[in-house]
């Protein structure tokens, strides 16, 4: 089976004193999606921009707007993310008591709802969510901090999500750790997108964007090589 695979930069590893511009270079050099990591310093040790950010740099999207929530709580902001323009809009499983009520919302709201799954968490806690989701996403770092080594223990638990979602329409998203080492393993075990952050920012810049490119060319094709 051949899978198109989508390459998502995160722009947490991009200039935070020029998103604009840092947007439309992962975008002109081939990005598939913008990822937006949101982090409350709560939920994750770490501290990062909120929906007013979101919504100051749609319009520099031409593409999808991937916006990974690791806040808790997450339900009280639904509504600014999907209000920013989100497409779509994760939250963590482990965030509250209260996931399936969340997708509802998320997915009430206009987005396309997202569940991200940290490291500890056993992909079998996903199944009775699938018909809520248009995407999971399986955090292969602890979230928190870009440029962390991969996981590898969290290939086999991708593996066992593609089983888990069968024909449904349901994305497959890894985020953390992304290279053109670790892709062709998540991408064979199923994967259908790669979050990259420092893999795909490392050597370039908005002055510089070839390499940009040439890091996005390289994380898909070792992925579709795999596929
Ligand atoms: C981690 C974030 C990731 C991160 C990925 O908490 O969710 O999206 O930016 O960064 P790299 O690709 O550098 O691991
Ligand atoms: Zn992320």
């Given at each position: 089976?051949?899978?198109?695979?989508?390459?998502?930069?995160?722009?947490?590893?991009?200039?935070?004193?020029?998103?604009?511009?840092?947007?439309?270079?992962?975008?002109?050099?081939?990005?598939?999606?913008?990822?937006?990591?949101?982090?409350?310093?709560?939920?994750?040790?770490?501290?990062?921009?909120?929906?007013?950010?979101?919504?100051?740099?749609?319009?520099?999207?031409?593409?999808?707007?991937?916006?990974?929530?690791?806040?808790?709580?997450?339900?009280?902001?639904?509504?600014?993310?999907?209000?920013?323009?989100?497409?779509?809009?994760?939250?963590?499983?482990?965030?509250?008591?209260?996931?399936?009520?969340?997708?509802?919302?998320?997915?009430?709201?206009?987005?396309?709802?997202?569940?991200?799954?940290?490291?500890?968490?056993?992909?079998?806690?996903?199944?009775?969510?699938?018909?809520?989701?248009?995407?999971?996403?399986?955090?292969?770092?602890?979230?928190?901090?870009?440029?962390?080594?991969?996981?590898?223990?969290?290939?086999?638990?991708?593996?066992?999500?593609?089983?888990?979602?069968?024909?449904?329409?349901?994305?497959?998203?890894i985020?953390?750790?992304?290279?053109?080492?670790?892709?062709?393993l998540v991408?064979?075990a199923?994967a259908?997108?790669?979050?990259?952050?420092?893999?795909?920012?490392?050597?370039?810049?908005?002055?510089?964007?070839?390499?940009?490119?040439?890091?996005?060319?390289?994380?898909?094709?070792?992925?579709?090589?795999?596929?």
């Amino acid at each position: 089976m051949t899978r198109a695979i989508r390459i998502a930069p995160s722009i947490l590893s991009a200039d935070f004193a020029n998103f604009g511009a840092e947007i439309r270079a992962i975008e002109d050099q081939g990005a598939d999606w913008v990822h937006v990591d949101v982090m409350d310093g709560h939920f994750v040790p770490n501290l990062t921009f909120g929906p007013q950010l979101c919504k100051a740099i749609r319009p520099h999207i031409r593409t999808v707007m991937d916006v990974h929530l690791m806040i808790a709580p997450v339900d009280p902001y639904i509504a600014a993310f999907a209000d920013a323009g989100a497409d779509y809009l994760s939250a963590h499983l482990e965030a509250g008591p209260h996931v399936h009520r969340t997708l509802q919302a998320i997915r009430a709201a206009g987005c396309k709802a997202g569940l991200a799954l940290n490291p500890g968490t056993p992909v079998e806690a996903a199944a009775p969510l699938l018909d809520l989701v248009d995407l999971v996403c399986v955090m292969t770092v602890n979230p928190g901090f870009g440029g962390q080594s991969f996981i590898a223990t969290q290939v086999a638990q991708v593996a066992k999500l593609r089983a888990l979602i069968g024909d449904r329409p349901v994305l497959i998203e890894i985020d953390g750790g992304v290279t053109p080492d670790t892709a062709p393993l998540v991408a064979a075990a199923g994967a259908d997108v790669l979050v990259a952050g420092s893999a795909v920012f490392k050597g370039g810049s908005v002055a510089n964007p070839a390499p940009y490119g040439a890091n996005i060319r390289a994380i898909r094709a070792a992925a579709e090589a795999a596929t």
